[in-house]
């Protein structure tokens, strides 16, 4: 079983910048992709930026320029960057990965809030 852990999320000003963090904790696994999906209050959930074992991103349009993803493959890990918040990025971040065990599953986090202030 695979748990993915967020954290960093937060209330940021608009124009501040915030990091997040999502550890895959478990034992007997590798990752393909991972990324991070956000949801507002009335919205579906959308893309921001994903990344794949060696390295390839891909981001939402929304974000380009403003937001890096990275991962650490030894740790299980990857992190979202986000500069030039605006309040628009307000929303729930949830991190996914494509994970390859016996078979391969998606995962999800449970989500981690951020709140950017006009």
């Known amino acids: 079983q695979v748990q993915l852990v967020e954290s960093g999320g937060g209330l940021v000003q608009a124009g501040g910048s915030l990091r997040l963090s999502c550890a895959a904790s478990g034992s007997g696994f590798s990752i393909h992709t991972m990324g991070w999906y956000r949801q507002a209050p009335g919205k579906q959930r959308e893309l921001v930026a994903t990344?794949?074992?060696?390295?390839?991103?891909n981001y939402g349009d929304s974000v380009k320029g403003r937001f890096t993803i990275s991962r650490d493959n030894a740790k299980n890990t990857v992190y979202l960057q986000m500069n030039s918040l605006k309040p628009e990025d307000t929303g729930g971040y949830y991190c996914y990965a494509d994970v390859q065990g016996i078979l391969r599953y998606d995962y999800w986090g449970q989500g981690t809030q951020v709140t950017v202030s006009s």
């Open positions: 990344i794949t074992r060696d390295g390839r991103t």
